[in-house]
Nanobody
Framework: QVQLVESGGGLVQAGGSLRVSCAASGRTFSRAVMGWFRQAPGKEREFVAG????????YYADSVKGRFTISRDRSASALYLQMDSLKPEDTAMYYC?????????????????????WGQGTQVTVSA
């Protein structure tokens, strides 16, 4: 059984930084892509960033490009999201997600429907 566990969320002032982490576990957990999504109250879950697990190729939503950095540690089976220059509109529950192994289109990487495993989320709140 695959488990994704997020940590590192919290309260930060606008302009500040925060790093959230995701620990992945499970027997023979092979994945093609891991990503971060977020969901604010009353809004749909939206793509934030993704990374090819083997290739390291990164993908970002326009709203976070240049401010957020996704990275992974394959040996530790861990995923990270470094968030800088945070804005109040970044306030949301942040979810870690993973696909199964195999080819993924770029379009599927940007869609929550393209992911097979999800964590429980970690809250990030940015005060003005």
């Amino acid at each position: 059984q695959v488990q994704l566990v997020e940590s590192g969320g919290g309260l930060v002032q606008a302009g500040g930084s925060l790093r959230v982490s995701c620990a992945a576990s499970g027997r023979t957990f092979s994945r093609a892509v891991m990503g971060w999504f977020r969901q604010a109250p009353g809004k749909e879950r939206e793509f934030v960033a993704g990374i090819g697990w083997i290739t390291g190729t990164t993908y970002y939503a326009d709203s976070v490009k240049g401010r957020f950095t996704i990275s992974r540690d394959r040996s530790a089976s861990a995923l990270y999201l470094q968030m800088d220059s945070l804005k109040p509109e970044d306030t949301a529950m942040y979810y870690c997600a993973a696909t199964k192994e195999g080819y993924r289109t770029v379009a599927s990487i940007y869609s929550f429907k393209g992911y097979d495993h999800w964590g429980q989320g970690t809250q990030v709140t940015v005060s003005a």
